[in-house]
């Protein structure tokens, strides 16, 4: 399927010398790799019984590993105005995301970017930044579900949008975040999620706290 996206104009230039080895998950500053991503700290408190969920729905060609990679590159092909190619199953998911009145008359500042924090050797991704028409500049991530009832029960990102808050801030301090959402992809529905910036910052303080703790106690 086929579809073209907003025109973005210039994007925030990425962070220099900071590179992601998608093979390994593993994210390199300068000459020294990062110990550890902001999902591998998140995913640190999951209890066993939620990581064996993960992984049972994780693979095949309706797994959830598949059905993020396809969306996350809509969205990021969609925000940069390029043409969106994508397999004939996506399209209950790609058709209500790409019509999301989120992204309607936005300006779009940075998509797929990449994020560090040296002093936690601690890399991430977000998945878009975009200013609003009504001059709100919005920091998103997009989470796919297998359906309308899982996007119910479904939880924002908001640790892990806390973390992209608190890195951004580091690298770019004059650029003011003023709201950050999550966008849950359901077929044929687009259930976006805001909260404020703050509560994410705080969220995201507790879980690296927790994270630490659980170091110290291994």
């Known amino acids: 399927m086929h579809h073209i996206g907003p025109q973005s104009k210039d994007l925030m230039k990425p962070i220099q010398f900071l590179k992601f080895y998608e093979e390994w998950h593993k994210y390199r500053l300068q000459n020294e790799w990062l110990q550890r991503s902001v999902t591998q700290v998140l995913g640190t408190s999951l209890s066993d019984e939620a990581k064996a969920n993960i992984m049972r729905y994780k693979d095949g060609p309706d797994g959830w590993a598949a059905r993020g990679e396809a969306l996350h590159g809509v969205v990021e092909s969609f925000l940069k105005g390029q043409e969106l190619v994508y397999a004939e199953r996506w399209t209950d998911w790609v058709d209500p995301l790409i019509e999301c009145d989120l992204f309607k008359d936005c300006e779009v500042i940075a998509t797929e970017y990449r994020l560090c924090d040296k002093r936690k050797s601690l890399g991430g991704s977000f998945d878009f930044l975009i200013k609003r028409s009504n001059g709100e500049i919005v920091l998103g991530d997009v989470k796919t579900v297998s359906s309308q009832s899982a996007a119910r029960r479904r939880k924002p990102a908001k640790e892990q ?44 303080v507790d879980s690296w706290d927790i994270y630490q703790f659980m170091l110290e106690d291994w």
């Open 161 to 204: 949008l806390g973390a992209y808050a608190a890195m951004l801030c580091d690298h770019h301090p004059a650029l003011p975040i003023d709201k950050c959402v999550t966008v849950i992809s359901a077929p044929n529905e687009c259930k976006v999620i805001e909260q404020k910036v703050d509560e994410c910052l705080e969220s995201w």
